[in-house]
C-alpha cells in the first residue's frame, strides 16, 4: 500500500544493450561438489546463492525493464535439511514475466532428475503475499545437491533488495547489478566486503562476492531475521538524478499531504460528541486517549487488497482501514481536538534496521504517530497499545518523523521514561502446620510494555488463553501449583490515565517447593519469581543483543519461619552481578539480591534491571551472567532445621 | 409485593437460559439447509447457510474477519452479508470480498480455496448477518454440521430436504448434555429433516485435549441411495458402497512402467531371506527414500499417484506412499493391501458412519504368517511392525480385492513396547554434581526423540538442545560428551550417553549435603486443573521408564539419611521408587508405567493422586553428612 503512495512519475528515455540473463545458464553436466567433513555434517549448505539484477532498455521500448536472475546451489544431508529445501516458493510479485524456470537435482551418485515443468503449480493471492509459483523438488535423497535457477521480468522499479546470508550456510554468495549507464545506487549490509566494477559484455556492473558466510542462527535477545548480510539497491531512469535526501523530501510530501487535513472531516462530529461530551477542561493526553480507546473499539484495521480501505469516507462508513488508511481517522482527530503530532514512518526492528542513509521502501513498514507536547506515541495498528512509548519491536530503530508543514527528520525512536516497564511483587510465605505446603501471598503491579500485554492478552485470548496467561502471572514453573485467590485490577484495554498499573493479587499454594530432607525441609524460595532464561550457548555468540524493552523488577519476600524451626543455608540468597557503562560506571543491568533476618521473619529484597535494550556484542559474557544471576537465584532455597 | 411476582414470572425462564452476558461474541443462530435434488442419477445438492451473531462487548472486534473455504468438490454462491446496528438503525452491506489461498505448512500444494471479507461498523451492539450458499459437486461430501461452536450460539439448525425416492442416514456425536430437537415433515414434494439445539455453550480446545470432534456436539447426514424406475442405487447406505467408491477410484491409478519399481524393489530384498525381512527391508527403504510432500487437487486428494511417479520423484503423500508399498511388497510375493485409516482426531467407525468423513490417512497392511502389520512410511522413524502412534485404535479398512475389505482395529502398542531405561551413575566433586547418564529407547519413546532431535532441534547446538528436551537436573545443567547410536537404525533401540555437570544442585549446609536424584521429573507438569477441566486428556502413546540412579558417596562422607520406598499402583498408571545401599553407593531404583491412551474426566481425580504422589516421591532428597 505504502508503495503506491511513493510512486513518482518518471519519464524514461532508450538506450540498448544486450541481457545478461540470456546468456547465464547452469554447468551443462553438473557434479557434486567437494566439500568439508565439517560441511556434511549440517542439515544442508549452500554451494552457491547467485543473484542477478539488471535494468534495461531499448530504443524500440523505451521503457525500462528489469530482470533478475536467482540461481543457487544446496546439498541437503539429512532429512531436515531436505525438508528445508524440497520444496521452493518462487514470489510473482511484480513479476510482469517468467522467463524460465528449472532445477534439477545431482544425487550422489551423480545421477541428474530435471524438474518436470509441467509440475510447476501456480498459487493466486496467497494472504498478503501475492501470487506464487511452487514447485517441490524431484529426485532428492539424502547427499543430493539441488539446483534452481530462475529469470523473471518485473515492474519497473527504482528500488529493491536482497538477503545474501541465510539460515544456512553458504560458501559462496555473488550479487550483479547489472546498470548500464543509467544512475545507480548500491550498498551492502553487515559485511566488510566491498562492491567491485565490471563490465559484463561490454556493460557497466558492479558486482560483490562473498565466501563462507555462516548461518545466521536464532539467538536469544536478538534480531537475527533483521541482522542478515543484504544489500540495497537503486537504480534511477536515464537523466534522472536523485539524491537520498530528494527521495525521503518526496516520501515526506507523498505522506504527510494524506495526514494533515485542513481541517477535521465532519463526519467524525457524532462521534466526537460520543467521546467528549460533557468532558470539559481534558489535557492533552486525556483527549488523545480518549480518541485512541474510541478509534480501537469502533474500527477494524484490515490487510487485504480493498483500495478503498485508504479513502476516509470509505473508511468512516465501514469502520475498517488499512494500517494506512487508519491513521487518516487519527489524524482526523487529533485535528479536530488541535492536537499537534507529526506522523512516524519505520519498521520492526526485527525485520529491519531503518537506514536513513539509504532510501528503500521495503523498509517503510511500520506507522506511528508521535504527540510532539507530550513526547508520546500512538500505534494506530496495536490493539493492545494506548498513547504512551512506541511498541517494543520499533524501539531503538530509525524513523523518519514528518511534521505538519510536511518539513521531515529522521531519529531513534528511543524510550522518553526510563521507568516505563516495572513490576513490583510483595510476596508473603508462610507454611502450613505439617510444613507439607507453602502458602504465598502475592501483590503485583505491572507497568509499561508489561501492562499493555498483560490487559492485551487478557481482553483478546479465548478461555484457554487466558487460563494459562493466569497461571503466568501466577508464578510460572511452580508444577503443582493450586490458586487459592486471584483479583485482578486495571484490567481494561481503555485506559486514560498515563500508564496505570496492572494489579494482581493473589494466593497460590503448592507442595512441591518444599522438599524433605530427613526430619528437615528444603524450601525451594527461588522458584517463586518463576522460571527464569537461562543463556545456555556455548558457541559464540553472533547478534549484537537487544532485548525486548528496558524492564526492571522489585521484589520483596518475607517468609514467616515456622514454630518450632529454624533457617540455614540464607548464603545462596545474596547475588550481585552487574554490567557497568564502561564510560560513566553507572550500571546498566543487574541483578541484586539481598536478605535480612528478625526474629523468625526473613526478608529478600530483589533488584533487577535493565536500563536499555542494547547491549554491546562484546561484552556478551557480563550481560549473561545478569541474565543467569536471576536464573541462580532460582535455585535458591532455604533450609528449614528442627530446633533440638 | 409487586417485586415477587416479577422474580416468580422470571425464574422460571431463567431456569432454562443460559447466561452469556459475560460474553464478548455470541451467535444468535446458525442455520444450515442442505436441499437435495436428483434427477436421472444426477444430483444436485446446495447448502444455505445462515449466521448472525452479536457482539456484547467492543473487546473482540476481530471476530469481523469472515473466511469461506471451499475447494473443487464445492463452490460458494450468492454471499449476502451486512452489519446491523440497532442503536441507529443502521445497516450496512459487505462490499468487498476476496478470494484467497493460504499456505498450509502440512499440505504443500491444495485447491483449498477461501472467500474472504471483513464485518463493517462491527462495535458493542452490533449484529452481523450473513447468508450463502454452497454447492456440493459430489454427494459423497454433505460434510458435517456442529451444534456447537467456539463461542455460544442461541440457535443452531440444521435441515435437509429431500425428494421421496432418495434415503439419508444421520447421526449425532457428543450430544449427551444438550437437547436436540428433531422433526420429520412430509410434504408431496419430499421429506424434511430438522435438527435443533437451543442456548449451546462453546467449545475451546485444551491442552493436551484430544481432537475437537471428540467433544463437540455434531451430526453427520449422508445419502445412503435413491430409487428410479423402481431400481436402488446406492451411495453410501453402508461401508460397502463407501468401499465401493474407493474401489472406483484406485482403479485410475495409472500403473504405467511399473517395471522400473519392481527393479528396485527386488534390489533391496535380492539378498534377504524371509517375508518379514524382506517387508522390513521395503518399508524402510520408502521411509527413507521418499520424503513427505502433499498435494491435494480435487480427486488428486483421494487417488494415489503412480508408483513409478513417486519413485522417480522422491516424494508423496500418504497415499502414494501406501500404494507404493503396496506395488513392491506385492511383487516380491508378500501380501499387502491398501489401507484406509483416520488418525485419531476421528472418532467414528466404518460401520456407523460409512462416508469419507471417517478417514484422513492411508497406510499399507501386508499379512505375513496370518499377521497383519501396519505399515505407515509417513512416520519416517517408527520401526517396522509398529502402527504410526496416531493410528493406534483406529478402525483400518484394509481393500483386498475389487469387491472385498476387511476392517480390522489397529491393535495399542503396549507399554514395554515403548522403554526409556535409564541408568545414571552420580558423584559428588567439590559441591558439584556431576553424572554419566545411558538411556536407551525403543518404540515411540524413541520416535519422539528422533523427530524431535532432527526437526525441532534449530540452530540450537546438541548438548542445548538436550538441556531443553531431557531438562535434567535444572536449566544450568551442562550435558558434555554427547554421544549417539542407531539414530537411523530404525530396529535397534536408540542409545545415548552424555556427561552431565548440575550447578547449584547438591545443597551442602554446614556438615550436611542434600542430593535428589530426581533430575529426571517425567510427567510432574501433567495435573490437570479438576475444576475447569472439561474433555479428556489424549496421551499419545503408552510408556515404561526406567531409571537405575547409583550416587557414590564421596570419601570423607556416610549417609545420613535414605528415604523410605514409594509407590502408586493403579491399572492405567503407576510407579515405584526404591532406595538401598550397597556399601559405599546408595542406589535409587525407579519405574513409571503409563498404560492409557487417555484420562476420561471421571478419572482425573486419581490421576492427579497420582501425579501428586510423584511429585511427593520426587521431593525426597538423600542426605550425606560428614564422617
Known amino acids: 500500500m505504502i508503495k503506491k503512495a511513493l510512486i513518482i512519475l518518471l519519464i524514461a528515455t532508450g538506450s540498448s544493450f544486450a541481457q545478461q540473463y540470456k546468456t547465464y545458464n547452469w554447468e551443462a553436466s553438473p557434479k557434486l561438489h567437494e566439500l568439508t567433513s565439517e560441511e556434511t555434517k549440517a542439515s544442508s549448505i549452500g554451494i552457491l546463492k547467485n543473484h542477478i539484477v539488471e535494468y ?27 525438508a528445508r529445501h524440497n520444496t521452493v516458493y518462487i514470489p510473482m510479485y511484480e513479476v510482469t514475466q517468467v522467463i524460465d524456470i528449472k532445477a534439477r537435482t545431482i544425487n550422489s551418485k551423480g545421477d541428474v532428475v530435471l524438474l518436470n515443468q509441467e509440475n510447476i503449480k501456480e498459487v493466486k493471492n496467497v494472504d498478503e503475499y501475492g501470487d506464487f509459483k511452487i514447485f517441490a523438488i524431484e529426485g532428492v535423497e539424502k547427499n543430493s545437491e539441488i539446483e534452481v535457477l530462475y529469470t523473471v521480468e518485473k515492474e519497473f522499479d527504482m528500488y529493491g533488495s536482497e538477503f545474501l546470508q541465510s539460515n544456512y550456510k553458504i560458501k559462496e554468495a555473488k550479487f550483479t547489478f547489472i546498470t548500464g549507464t543509467l544512475n545507480s545506487n548500491i550498498k551492502a549490509y553487515r559485511t566488510s566486503e566491498k562492491f567491485e566494477s565490471k563490465t559484463i559484455d561490454g556493460i557497466e556492473a558492479m558486482t560483490i562476492v562473498l565466501n563462507d558466510i555462516p548461518a ?67 489535557s492533552v493526553f486525556e483527549k488523545a486517549a480518549r480518541i485512541d480507546n474510541f478509534i480501537k473499539s469502533n474500527f477494524n484495521v484490515v490487510k487485504n487488497n480493498n483500495e478503498e480501505l485508504t479513502d476516509l469516507n470509505y473508511i468512516l462508513k465501514n469502520r475498517s482501514a488499512s494500517d494506512f488508511g ?26 529491519y534496521k531503518f537506514d536513513p542513509d539509504f532510501f528503500n521502501p521495503n523498509m517503510l513498514r511500520a506507522f506511528l504517530i508521535y504527540l510532539p507536547t507530550e513526547k508520546k506515541y500512538i500505534a494506530a495498528d496495536r490493539i493492545e497499545y494506548r498513547v504512551g512509548e512506541a511498541p517494543a519491536n520499533i524501539l531503538g530503530n530509525y524513523g523518519l518523523f514528518i511534521k505538519s508543514d510536511l518539513d521531515y527528520y529522521f531519529t531513534k525512536i528511543t524510550q522518553e521514561d526510563p521507568d516505563y516497564s516495572k513490576i513490583s511483587r510483595n510476596l508473603d510465605i508462610s507454611f502450613d502446620e505439617a510444613i507439607e505446603s507453602a502458602i504465598i501471598k502475592e501483590y503485583q503491579e505491572y507497568s509499561g510494555h508489561w501492562s499493555a500485554t498483560n490487559r492485551g492478552v487478557l481482553s483478546l ?17 511452580i508444577e503443582d501449583k493450586i490458586e487459592v485467590a486471584y483479583e485482578a485490577e486495571n484490567t481494561d484495554i481503555n485506559q486514560t490515565e498515563y500508564n496505570l498499573p496492572f494489579i494482581v493479587k493473589s494466593t497460590i499454594s503448592s507442595e512441591s517447593l518444599i522438599e524433605d530432607a530427613g526430619d528437615s525441609y528444603l524450601f525451594q524460595v527461588g522458584k517463586i519469581i518463576g522460571t527464569q532464561s537461562e543463556l545456555y550457548q556455548e558457541t559464540e555468540r553472533v547478534n549484537p543483543i537487544e ?44 541483578f541484586e539480591s539481598n536478605y535480612i533476618q528478625e526474629g523468625n521473619t526473613i526478608t529478600i529484597t530483589i533488584q533487577e534491571f535493565y536500563k536499555t535494550h542494547e547491549y554491546d556484542l562484546f561484552r556478551y559474557d557480563e550481560f549473561r551472567e545478569v541474565i543467569n544471576a536471576a536464573s541462580d537465584f532460582n535455585k535458591a532455597y532455604i533450609l528449614l532445621k528442627a530446633t533440638e | 409485593m409487586k417485586k415477587a411476582i416479577i422474580l416468580l414470572l422470571l425464574l422460571p425462564y431463567l431456569v432454562f437460559s443460559q447466561d452469556f452476558s459475560k460474553e464478548d461474541y455470541i451467535f444468535l443462530k446458525r442455520n444450515e439447509h442442505i436441499k437435495i435434488d436428483v434427477q436421472k442419477g444426477k444430483f444436485n445438492i446446495s447448502k444455505s447457510i445462515s449466521e448472525q451473531a452479536e457482539y456484547l462487548t467492543s473487546k473482540k472486534l476481530y471476530f469481523a474477519n469472515q473466511s469461506m473455504g471451499f475447494d473443487s468438490f464445492t463452490a460458494i454462491e450468492d454471499i449476502d452479508a451486512f452489519t446491523y446496528l440497532p442503536s441507529s438503525d443502521e445497516k450496512i452491506q459487505v462490499d468487498y470480498i ?42 459423497h461430501f454433505l460434510g458435517l454440521f456442529r451444534f456447537g461452536s467456539y463461542v455460544p450460539t442461541k440457535n443452531a439448525q440444521l435441515s435437509i430436504e429431500f425428494p421421496k425416492n432418495v434415503t439419508i442416514g444421520y447421526i449425532d456425536f457428543n450430544t449427551e448434555e444438550i437437547q436436540v430437537d428433531f422433526k420429520k415433515e412430509d410434504s ?92 522390513e527391508a521395503i518399508f524402510n527403504w520408502v521411509q527413507n527414500n521418499i520424503t513427505y510432500v502433499a498435494f491435494e487437487d480435487g480427486l488428486g486428494g483421494f487417488i494415489p ?88 485404535t483406529k478402525e483400518a479398512l484394509l481393500g483386498i480385492d475389487t469387491d472385498t475389505f476387511k476392517v480390522i482395529k489397529v491393535p495399542v502398542q503396549n507399554a514395554e513396547k515403548s522403554t526409556s531405561n535409564v541408568t545414571s551413575q552420580f558423584t559428588l566433586e567439590d559441591g558439584t554434581m556431576k553424572v554419566n547418564e545411558k538411556r536407551e529407547l525403543t518404540g515411540y519413546e524413541k520416535v519422539e526423540f528422533v523427530s524431535n532431535y532432527i526437526y525441532k532441534k534449530a540452530d540450537k547446538t546438541d548438548e542445548e538442545f538436550l538441556n531443553t528436551t531431557l531438562a535434567l537436573g535444572n536449566n544450568k545443567t551442562n550435558y558434555s560428551n554427547f554421544t549417539k547410536e542407531n539414530l537411523d537404525n530404525k530396529t535397534d533401540a536408540l542409545k545415548l550417553e552424555y556427561d552431565l555437570i548440575i550447578d547449584n544442585y547438591a545443597k551442602t549446609i554446614a556438615d550436611k549435603v542434600y542430593i535428589n536424584l530426581n533430575i529426571d521429573r517425567t510427567l510432574s507438569k501433567s495435573k490437570v486443573d479438576l475444576e475447569k477441566r472439561k474433555y479428556s486428556k489424549k496421551i499419545d502413546y503408552k510408556f515404561n521408564k526406567n531409571f537405575i540412579s547409583k550416587f557414590e558417596i564421596p570419601q570423607g562422607y556416610k549417609s545420613n539419611y535414605i528415604p523410605k520406598d514409594l509407590s502408586f499402583e493403579h491399572h492405567n498408571y503407576g510407579f515405584t521408587i526404591n532406595y538401598s545401599q550397597e556399601g559405599n553407593t546408595i542406589i535409587q531404583n525407579k519405574s513409571i508405567y503409563i498404560k492409557t491412551l487417555s484420562i476420561q474426566p471421571d478419572e482425573f481425580e486419581s490421576w492427579n493422586t497420582f501425579i501428586k504422589s510423584l511429585i511427593k516421591a520426587y521431593k525426597k532428597s538423600i542426605i550425606l553428612e560428614t564422617i
Open chain 1, 56 to 82: 534495461s532498455s531499448s530504443l524500440l521500448l523505451p521503457d525500462l525493464k528489469r530482470y533478475e536472475t536467482e540461481h543457487t546451489i544446496v546439498r541437503v544431508n539429512d532429512d531436515k535439511g531436505i
Open chain 1, 216 to 282: 545466521m542462527i536464532d539467538e536469544e535477545y536478538a534480531t537475527p531475521d533483521a541482522n542478515k548480510i543484504a544489500v540495497v539497491y537503486q537504480c534511477l531512469p536515464r537523466g534522472q538524478d536523485i539524491t537520498q535526501e530528494m527521495f525521503w523530501g518526496n516520501v515526506s510530501n507523498n505522506i504527510g499531504r494524506k495526514f494533515f487535513p485542513e481541517k477535521a472531516s465532519i463526519l467524525i462530529d457524532t462521534d466526537l460528541t460520543n467521546i467528549f461530551e460533557g468532558k470539559e477542561g481534558l
Open chain 1, 326 to 351: 487508519i491513521l487518516k481517522v487519527y489524524a482526523n482527530f487529533l485535528k479536530s481536538q488541535n492536537i499537534e503530532f507529526e506522523i512516524v514512518v519505520s519498521a520492526s526492528r526485527f525485520e
Open chain 1, 461 to 477: 485470548s479465548n478461555d484457554e488463553g487466558i487460563l494459562q496467561f493466569k497461571d503466568y502471572l501466577t508464578g510460572t514453573g
Open chain 1, 547 to 590: 532485548m525486548t524493552y528496558p524492564n526492571q523488577y522489585d521484589y520483596t519476600i518475607t517468609i514467616t519461619i515456622p514454630d518450632g524451626y529454624t533457617a540455614d543455608g540464607l548464603s545462596s540468597l545474596n547475588i550481585d552481578k552487574s554490567y557497568k557503562s564502561k564510560s560513566t560506571g553507572e550500571k546498566l543491568c543487574k
Open chain 2, 98 to 139: 476476496e478470494t484467497k489461498r493460504e499456505f498450509d505448512n502440512g499440505i504443500f500444494y491444495s485447491d483449498q480455496e477461501s472467500k474472504n471479507f471483513i464485518f463493517p461498523a462491527v462495535t458493542k451492539g452490533a449484529i452481523t448477518n450473513l447468508s450463502y450458499k454452497e454447492i456440493i459437486k459430489d454427494p
Open chain 2, 188 to 279: 408431496k414434494h419430499g421429506y424434511t429433516y430438522t435438527w435443533s439445539v437451543k442456548n449451546i455453550d462453546g467449545f475451546q480446545g485444551e491442552e493436551d485435549s484430544e481432537g475437537a470432534l471428540h467433544y463437540l456436539p455434531h451430526i453427520i447426514v449422508y445419502i445412503k441411495s435413491y430409487e428410479e424406475r423402481g431400481k436402488t442405487y446406492n451411495v453410501l447406505s453402508d461401508v460397502n458402497d463407501l468401499y465401493k467408491w474407493y474401489t472406483s477410484l484406485v482403479k485410475q491409478i495409472d500403473d504405467q512402467s511399473l517395471e522400473k519399481v519392481y527393479v528396485i524393489a527386488e534390489e533391496i530384498t535380492e539378498s534377504i531371506t524371509g517375508e518379514k525381512n524382506k517387508a
Open chain 2, 305 to 392: 499417484r503412480s508408483a513409478s511417479s513417486v519413485c522417480d520423484k522422491r516424494y508423496g503423500d500418504c497415499k502414494d506412499m501406501a500404494n507404493l508399498l503396496y506395488v513392491m511388497l506385492n511383487h516380491v510375493g508378500i501380501e499387502a493391501h491398501r489401507t484406509w485409516i483416520g488418525t485419531r482426531d476421528r472418532t467414528y467407525s466404518y460401520f456407523e458412519v460409512p462416508t469419507p468423513m471417517v478417514d484422513n490417512h492411508m497406510i499399507t497392511a501386508a499379512i505375513i504368517d496370518d499377521e497383519t502389520i501396519f505399515l505407515d512410511a509417513t512416520d519416517s522413524y517408527v520401526p517396522f511392525g509398529m502402527p504410526s502412534a496416531f493410528t493406534q
